[in-house]
C-alpha cells in the first residue's frame, strides 16, 4: 500500500515537473524546434548534404517589397523552393506622416497560428522601423517551417496576404 503511494506521487510529481517546464517556456525559439539540423559525415561513407554555397539574398515580394494587398502565399508558391542558408529580406518602409500603416515581420510558433493568423504566441522578428533601407534581413539557418507574416493591425493584415511559409531545402552534391 504504501509503495503505491510513494508510486502514485512519483508519477505525478513527475508529470507536474514536465508540464511545468513546458508551460513555463511560451517562447517556441527556445522549444525543440530551435535544433540545428547538423550533419557530420566528413568521415561516412554518405554523399553529405550542405547548405548550400552561394546562398541567395531574396527580396520577399520581389519589386513590391513588404506590402498590403499583395498575395505573399502566392508569391511563395511561384518563388519556391527556397535553400538552406538562403536570407529573406524584407523591405518596408518606417512609419511617418505619410506612412501610417507600418509593417512589421512575426513568425508563428505552429501550423494552426499561421492559418489562423493568432499572433498571441507569434515571436516579432522586425519592428516596423527594422524594414528600412537596405531592409531586414532574415536568414533561414534551421531546417524546419518558417510561417512568417506581419503582425500589424491585429492580424488584418495577415489576414490580407501578408503571409506566407517556407521549408527551406537542401541542396544535394
Ligand atoms: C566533423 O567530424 C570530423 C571528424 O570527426 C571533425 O574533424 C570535424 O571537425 C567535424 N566538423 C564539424 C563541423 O563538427
Ligand atoms: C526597432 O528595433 C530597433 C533595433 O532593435 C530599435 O533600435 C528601435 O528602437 C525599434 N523601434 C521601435 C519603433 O520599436
Ligand atoms: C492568395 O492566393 C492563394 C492561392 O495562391 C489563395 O488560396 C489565397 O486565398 C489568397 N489569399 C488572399 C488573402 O487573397
Ligand atoms: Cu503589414
Not at 540545428?36 to 520577399?60: A, D, L
Not at 515581420?105 to 524594414?131: E, H, I, M
Not at 488584418?156 to 531545402?169: D, L, N
Amino acid at each position: 500500500m504504501a509503495s503505491k503511494c510513494m508510486h502514485l506521487l512519483l508519477t505525478i510529481t513527475i508529470i507536474v515537473t514536465l508540464f511545468a517546464s513546458v508551460s513555463s517556456n511560451p517562447n517556441f525559439q527556445n522549444g525543440p524546434q530551435n535544433w540545428k539540423f547538423e550533419f557530420n559525415y566528413t568521415n561516412g561513407p554518405f554523399r553529405r548534404p550542405k547548405p548550400v554555397q552561394n546562398s541567395r539574398r531574396i527580396i520577399v515580394g520581389g519589386s513590391d517589397n513588404w506590402r498590403f494587398g499583395f498575395n505573399y502565399t502566392e508569391w511563395a508558391r511561384t518563388n519556391a523552393p527556397f535553400f538552406f542558408s538562403d536570407t529573406l529580406v524584407f523591405k518596408f518602409d518606417p512609419p511617418s506622416d505619410t506612412n501610417i500603416h507600418p509593417h512589421s515581420v512575426y513568425l508563428f510558433p505552429s501550423l494552426w497560428s499561421f492559418l489562423r493568423c493568432d499572433l498571441r504566441w507569434a515571436k516579432r522578428v522586425a519592428n516596423t522601423s527594422q524594414g528600412e533601407g537596405e531592409g531586414f534581413e532574415f536568414v533561414l539557418n534551421k531546417w524546419k517551417p518558417y510561417y512568417f507574416a506581419c503582425g500589424e493591425s491585429n492580424g488584418f493584415h495577415c489576414q490580407s496576404g501578408m503571409k506566407f511559409f517556407v521549408m527551406p531545402a537542401f541542396r544535394w552534391y
